[in-house]
């Protein structure tokens, strides 16, 4: 895991250098020393500060997110060894089907709208989005962990979107289940 990025010209605006170092030199050591306290979910919230000439943001993002799968994978690994195969592909499945009944509501129901005024998603992108699940899911439609972390949708105000944070929680899921098959 290397933490000298590509930076930005002196002019442009990338990620400070010095929290990101700091941030990648805590998960390796994490990673290393398989610390349950730090996961994925640490990696795929991470925030940095901006600076001139900072590293550039596409790189590290594309580089967290490898991060992240490589978590998932030891997670996943972690969990064969503890409870089998066999009992893990079956939490594994459970966590699925779970998914996948959100989905199987319809679209514009599939998420809690946001209250008045509050931002939002909009609920026709994130349909879209869920129905390319549902093929994932049950027609096994090539999809991959990208996808879903890389899903832009177009923002809204009030009940004509659905609440953000549920989204992105939800999606955070889908995507550690997907990371998670091996």
């Known amino acids: 895991m290397s933490t000298s990025f590509e930076r930005v010209s002196r002019v442009s605006v990338g990620y400070d250098m010095r929290e990101v170092d700091e941030f990648l030199a805590r998960a390796r050591t994490a ?3 398989r610390d349950p306290s730090f996961s994925g979910a640490d990696i795929t919230s991470a925030s940095f500060g901006t600076e001139r000439g900072g590293y550039d943001m596409r790189v590290v993002d594309e580089a967290l997110d490898r991060l992240s799968d490589a978590f998932a994978l030891q997670s996943r690994d ?10 893990w592909v079956a939490q594994l499945t459970e ?5 996948k009944e959100r989905l199987e509501r319809p679209a514009g129901d599939r998420f809690a709208p946001a209250a008045q005024g509050e931002p939002a998603y909009d609920k026709s992108d994130v349909d879209a989005l869920c129905d390319q699940l549902v093929a ?5 439609l090539p999809m991959s962990v990208d996808d879903v972390r890389r899903a832009a949708f177009r923002r809204r105000r009030g009940t004509e979107g659905y609440r953000e944070a549920v989204v992105d929680v939800y999606l955070d899921h889908v995507a550690d289940v997907m990371a998670s098959v091996p």
Do not use: H, P, S, W
């Open 31 to 33: 990673y290393e020393g």
């Open 78 to 87: 972690d969990a064969i060894a503890e409870k089998g195969e066999e009992a």
């Open 95 to 99: 966590r699925a089907e779970t998914l």
């Open 136 to 140: 994932y899911f049950t027609d096994g």
